[in-house]
């Protein structure tokens, strides 16, 4: 491609922008109202394809829905039909004085037309304008965008690793709590379990079965890193799956499960050799969320991260295909960069806290939530982002443990592992953290040091750390008190 054409472009596009990386645009841009980013697509060529990128569309569309999302041909199309239904909805409830300044207008017909002078709003041929479909512009290059546009349409079914798993798989259906507490549990030893869910009334908890048992239901779908969240019922979000090219997909991941649908709750069983669980003892209304339905297409996920409170976790999948990636808690993965808390938390499980490292361009997803409210402390790529632009530059002493998660068989993840979950097919699976005897000490003293995210709304981490030592039995020797056990 001719470079000096393609500056030339750029710089009667873009004006002082064209100085700048395609990734630090899209960012810019990012931190605009809808209404801004439909006039900045209108001023050239080149920022009508900056302005018309399906993620920054994904932002829009879950910022101005409602209480339920509804997925219509693409995210562009979403969020213009929320915007109309949210401005109509805002002037409908306007009071009888602010009413007459709109007397004369039609809202059947939709917003007004620009003639009528209301800060903020655009008109319908504005929106109109935006909606209509991006051609290509010839002269114009971007690796960043055509990256990501790669990443939304990848075909991932097939994406598995030729390298041998050393994670131990083992047949856990005559496996005791005590050996699973001294084999696996007390070496932080991550180990996938197999035979667990035999007898599980859940196992038939295919998307299809739920949609059809539970049709007006709404689950907490979220989008991760910075992009929200919403409200689907499945029927819906069975739709979204099926149309969607997103490069992280919506994701049901709901802990209210239970309380939405009791029926569901009367078949969901915690493993026996998970059920001590110390976290119990601070009782219903003081406990933190902790257990989860999970359902999601191909391409979704978590990004990188590390369990809130350095808890540890069971995932039992029951449909689909799962990829795991995992570092030991004293190896920060390539590519992500932490800071404030989880430092100090690598810390105390005695690995070295390094410094901040130089980023990729365009390779940083800030992290936002997780979790029901676990604030993350650290900047990652998205999970396709790692898997193809990091993952095979890496050296092989500096490669993940990793494996393929299949149907019927349970992970479990120590407290203060990190990890990345990449869905291959269309997923169900339940999780939940806990605290058992193994981890009680390293979870009490996160909790003490002040930095422990879960309970932020708290007025004193350290008073919610004393009750847990209270609960526990914690004598002066430093000890847990073996017989004090949970649900």
């Known amino acids: 491609m001719d470079t000096t ?136 290059f971007s690796d960043f965008l055509y990256r990501r546009h790669y990443r939304c349409h990848a075909q991932i079914c097939g994406y598995v690793t030729e390298v041998p798993s050393i994670i131990p798989c083992i047949e856990a259906g005559s496996l005791t709590p005590a050996e699973f507490l001294k084999k696996y549990d007390f070496l932080c030893c991550p180990v996938v379990l197999q035979g667990l869910t035999r007898f599980w009334p859940s196992f038939d908890w295919s998307l299809e079965n739920l949609s059809r048992e539970f049709p007006t239901q709404k689950f907490r779908a979220t989008k991760p890193g910075i992009g929200g969240q919403t409200f689907m019922t499945l029927p819906d979000y069975m739709d979204y799956m099926h149309r969607q090219n997103d490069e992280e997909p919506l994701y049901i991941f709901d802990a209210q499960f239970g309380s939405k649908v009791p029926a569901l709750l009367e078949e969901y069983r915690v493993p026996q050799i998970f059920h001590e669980d110390y976290f119990a003892c601070l009782g219903t209304e003081n406990r933190p969320p902790y257990r989860w339905l999970v359902i999601g297409p191909s391409r979704s996920g978590a990004s990188w991260h590390v369990d809130p409170c350095l808890t540890s976790a069971w995932n039992t999948l029951l449909n689909g295909r799962k990829r795991w990636v995992l570092y030991p808690p004293d190896v920060t993965p390539p590519g992500v960069r932490v800071r404030g808390v989880l430092w100090q938390a690598k810390s105390r499980l005695g690995g070295p806290v390094e410094e901040e490292g130089e980023m990729k361009e365009g390779e940083i997803e800030e992290g936002d939530e997780m979790e029901d409210g676990f604030s993350t402390s650290f900047e990652s790529p998205t999970s396709l982002q790692w898997l193809f632009e990091i993952y095979p530059m890496l050296p092989p002493d500096q490669r993940p443990l990793e494996f393929i998660q299949e149907p019927g068989e349970t992970v479990f993840v120590p407290g203060g592992w990190w990890h990345m979950v990449l869905n291959l097919e269309d997923s169900v699976a339940v999780t939940q953290n806990f605290v058992s005897s193994a981890n009680a000490e390293r979870v009490v003293s996160y909790l003490a040091g002040g930095g422990a995210p879960y309970f932020s709304s708290c007025a004193d981490s350290k008073h919610e750390a004393s009750k847990v030592r209270r609960a526990l039995g914690r004598g002066g020797d430093g000890g847990i008190n073996e017989e004090v056990g949970g649900e």
């Open 5 to 140: 054409l393609e500056n030339s472009l750029r710089a009667r596009s873009l004006g002082y922008f064209a100085n700048l990386p395609d990734y630090l645009i899209s960012l810019l841009i990012s931190y605009l109202d809808l209404e801004d980013v439909i006039r900045l697509s209108a001023t050239s060529k080149l920022m009508r394809v900056f302005c018309s990128e399906e993620p920054l569309w994904m932002f829009l569309a879950l910022k101005y829905q409602g209480q339920e999302a509804k997925y219509l041909s693409n995210w562009k199309q979403t969020a213009l039909k929320n915007y109309r239904t949210a401005v109509l909805k805002e002037f409908t409830n306007l009071g009888p004085t602010h009413q007459a300044y709109f007397q004369d207008v039609d809202w059947s017909e939709g917003l007004p037309s620009s003639r009528i002078f209301i800060p903020r709003l655009v008109s319908d041929i504005a929106i109109s304008y935006a909606s209509k479909q991006v051609l290509p512009v010839p002269g114009f």
